[in-house]
Nanobody, 122 residues
Framework: QLVESGGGLVQAGGSLRLSCAAS????????MGWFRQAPGKEREFIAA????????HYQDSVKGRFTISRDNAKNTVHLEMNSLKPEDTAVYFC?????????????????WGQGTQVTVSS
């Protein structure tokens, strides 16, 4: 089970830190990813982190602004979001998959959280 938290309303240029708490499995067996979905749009990849946390991958539009991290001792993954823009407004989802690679598409992930709303006002 994946449960996201930390979403909310923030002004453009502000920051938010999303968290995803995992339960029901061996956390460090799973690659963790963050996706987002805006109204009327497809779910898009944001960032992913390897099982050990030593490899990360980002969508180009968030590079330098967002940072993914994980704490395997606490079964959590975080997404630190800085310099937020109105176009970052979406529901953000945490995802997990038991794989050695770092998937970057939604169908590759087996487990999903319920999502948390992020709204960036201009």
């Amino acid at each position: 089970q994946l449960v996201e938290s930390g979403g909310g309303l923030v002004q453009a240029g502000g920051s938010l830190r999303l968290s995803c708490a995992a339960s029901g499995g061996t956390f460090n067996w799973y690659v963790m990813g963050w996706f987002r979905q805006a109204p009327g749009k497809e779910r898009e990849f944001i960032a992913a982190i390897s099982r050990t946390g030593d490899n990360t991958h980002y969508q180009d539009s968030v590079k330098g602004r967002f940072t993914i991290s994980r704490d395997n001792a606490k079964n959590t993954v975080h997404l630190e979001m800085n310099s937020l823009k109105p176009e970052d407004t979406a529901v953000y989802f945490c995802a997990a998959d038991q794989t050695l690679a770092i998937p970057t598409t939604a169908p590759e992930y087996e487990y999903w959280g319920q999502g948390t709303q992020v709204t960036v006002s201009s």
